[in-house]
Structures are given as C-alpha cells and as structure tokens.
C-alpha cells in the first residue's frame, strides 16, 4: 500500500514538474527582425532602418498582436540587408526573423510561427511586352530575369538553372522592367503587384506562375518550445476570428 502510494505521489510530482517546466518565463524577450517587404512589413518613412514604432504593414501588425495575445514580451527593430538579419536569426539563440517562406531546405534550421500570409511566386512582364504567358519555367531561361538579392525566389531560380540578376531592394526591379533593363521580374504576388505601384510602375502583366508558398516568423532553435505553441496558438485563434483577413484586406 505503502509502495502504491509512493509512486502515485511520485507520479503527481513528476506532473507538477512537467508543468513547472511549461511556463514561459515572463522576462523571455524575443529579439525580432524584419526588413522591408511591402506590403508585409515597411519602415514608415522608407528608410533601411527603423524602430518598432516606425515600422507597420501586414505581417507587422500580426506579429505584433500575436505576441500581446501570447503575453510574450519582444523587441523589434528593421534592418538591412536582409541577408544579415537572417543570418543573425540563424545563429542567435532568442532571435527571430519574419516574414519568410517555409522551404525544406529551411525547416530544420528554425521554429516555425505561421502561416502568416501567402507569397505566391510569378514572372512579371510589362504589359506591353511580347512575351506571351508561358507553362514553365525552362522557357524563361532565354530572357534576362531581375530578382532580390539572397530571397528564397532568387535562390529558387538560381536552383532550376536561371541566374537571376539581382537587386538590393525588390523595388528596383519594378523600374528595370519598366525601363527595359530586364525582361522578367521574378517576385512574390501580391508583393510584387504593391511595390510596383509605391514606384510609379503599372499595367503589369503575369505570364507565369510558378510556385504557391506561405510565410512564415522563424524563430532561433534555442527559443523554447512553450514559446512557440502559445505563439502558434495565438495566431490560430486570430485566424480563426477572422482578425488575419480583416488585416490583409486592410493593406490589399
């Protein structure tokens, strides 16, 4: 009996300690990043630099609900380039990066939050070009194709035998299509289609789409587990009240 009861004790113990370990500590801060992605996430006043208060847009204004909801404290600041704040996200325990696609190459490099919002892949033209729509990618390999320097697009191409010339801001590739200094711009759809607009870009044409992806906040592997699923767990109830759709159409 003696015996019994020992272990239904040891047992209760082991329970309370499970959920000792459970909580998040409420001085965990996570460091965020972000850089500019119209319409996802864009310093307020254009420059490569920027504090939370000066930074808005869709994943923005996700993200920063989803940590009050998550009680998560966090700081957040916009950079450049956007090679460096992943790279620091990467190595960084604590650190965290948004938005970005969730690619298998990726997936065990990071703890992912999302999906915050989808980031379709297309091949722009103007809208007066000759290119005529195509079925894959192998036919755009005879035309020049801009991109953004060190995006999952640019990556994704260069995979598939298309070097892409790119370019420090996604922006400028809208003002090269439209000067004729590319034939095709390969961006994120709607992204692509807003930042074309911000530039005095219009008339745009799709002649391919060629990949559906989500994007995602990826967070350092060393931020804990509790961490992530209150986060996860905020977000899908967001979602599910309809608070991401009002968000996107805000912007869109």
């Known amino acids: 009996m003696c015996k019994r009861l020992l272990s239904v004790l040891c047992g209760f113990l082991m329970m309370l300690s499970a ?56 700081t957040l600041s916009l950079r450049f380039p956007w090679d460096r ?49 195509m079925k894959s990618l192998a036919e755009a ?40 200094q590319i034939d095709l711009w390969a961006t994120g759809d709607p992204a692509g289609r807003y930042l074309a607009k911000q530039e005095g870009v219009s008339g745009l044409k799709t002649v391919l789409r060629f990949n559906q992806a989500e994007l995602f906040l990826a967070l350092n592997k060393d931020v804990p587990d509790e961490v992530v699923q209150k986060l996860q767990a905020a977000l899908d109830k967001m979602r599910a009240e309809g608070f991401v759709d009002d968000i996107l159409n805000n912007y869109l």
């Open 85 to 133: 704040i992943y790279k620091l996200a990467l190595e960084k325990p604590g650190y965290g990066v948004f938005v970005t696609a969730r690619l298998p190459e990726r997936e065990a490099l990071f703890k992912w939050v999302g999906p915050i919002g989808p980031d379709d892949w297309v091949l722009l033209a103007k809208g007066d070009s000759p290119i005529q729509p």
């Open 19 to 74: 959920g000792a370990r459970a909580e998040v500590d409420p001085n965990y801060t996570v460091v965020l990043l972000t850089e500019n992605f119209p319409p996802y996430n864009m310093s307020i006043n254009g420059k490569n630099f920027a504090p939370e208060d000066n930074i808005d847009g869709i994943a923005t204004d996700i993200v920063k609900e989803m940590f009050k909801r998550a009680d998560i404290k966090y």
């Open 141 to 180: 390999k005879r035309y020049k194709v801009g991109a953004y320097k060190g995006d999952a697009i640019a990556a994704s191409l260069a995979e598939q035998g298309i070097e892409p010339i790119t370019a420090l801001r996604d922006q400028e590739n809208a003002k090269k299509l439209d000067k004729g």
